[in-house]
C-alpha cells in the first residue's frame, strides 16, 4: 500500500524535496503540527518541498499485534533486537515508489533529503545508506539502527562511495530509546564512511525540540540551496 502523503509545497518554484517520516503509531500530518507548533509556522522554503508521509496500518508486534501507523515491524523496540526482513522489504517498495515520484516530477536524487523522527530516522538511515546512497543529505531525530543491521553490511560493501551527509539528534533524557543506542548507531556509520553530526539535547526526552527543528530548518537549506545560489558559486 502507497503511503498517504500531506506536503508543504515551495512558495516558489520547487528544485528540492525532503521526505519526513513518523515514528511508530503516528501520522504525517501530526508530525508536520508538532513541527508548526515547535517553530510558531511550517517549516517551508521557497523552493523545497517538505513531504509527510503516513505509514499504512499494519499488525505490530511491540504492540502485541495491534493494527498501527507503522513502517515496519519489529520483535521489540531494542537495538539488539534482529530486524524483520520481510517487513523492511515491504517497506523499501513504498519509499522507492515515494522518491520515485519526486525525481520523475524533474527532482535529482542530489536534491533530496529524508529523515525522521524515532522509527521514521531509522527508515531514513536505511534509505540513505542501504537503498539511495546518492541523496542529498540524511537525518535522524531520537533513532537507532539494529545491531545487526543491513545497512551496516551495505556499507561495509561499498566503501568506495561517497555517502549523503548525516545528522543525527538526540534527547539526554530519553528513556524510550536511550541516548546510547543512538550515538552508538552514529559511531558505527562513521567507522563504514558516514560523514555527520551527533546532537545529543539536554533536558529532552523521546520528542522534537524547537532547538533541533530550527537547527535542522537551517541544515536542510545547507544541503538544499536555491539553485541560483549554486550558479553564482561556480562563478
Known sequence: ??????????????????????????????????????????????????????????????????????????????????????????????????????????????????????????????????????LAGVFAHSSFLNRGSVVYDSLANGKDESFPELRMYHGERDTLVPKDWGLETFENLTKLGVKGTFHPLRNTLHELKTASITDLQQWIYEKLPPLENQVQNKL
Open 1 to 134: 500500500m502507497k503511503p498517504a502523503l500531506t506536503t508543504v509545497n515551495a512558495t516558489g518554484k520547487h528544485t528540492a524535496s525532503v521526505i519526513f517520516f513518523h515514528g511508530s503509531g503516528d501520522t504525517g500530518p501530526n508530525v508536520l503540527e508538532w513541527v508548526r507548533f515547535l517553530i510558531g509556522r511550517n517549516l517551508e522554503y521557497p523552493h523545497i518541498k517538505i513531504i509527510y508521509p503516513t505509514a499504512p496500518k499494519q499488525k505490530y508486534t511491540p504492540l502485541d499485534g495491534e493494527l498501527s501507523n507503522v513502517w515496519f515491524d519489529r520483535k521489540s523496540v531494542n537495538i539488539a533486537a534482529s530486524e524483520s526482513k520481510k517487513s523492511m522489504s515491504q517497506c523499501y517498495d513504498a519509499v522507492n515508489q515515494l522518491i520515485d515520484e519526486e525525481v520523475a516530477s524533474g527532482i535529482p536524487l542530489n536534491r533530496i533529503v529524508v529523515g525522521g523522527f524515532s522509527m521514521g530516522g531509522a527508515l531514513a538511515l536505511h534509505t540513505g545508506y542501504h537503498l539511495r546512497r546518492s
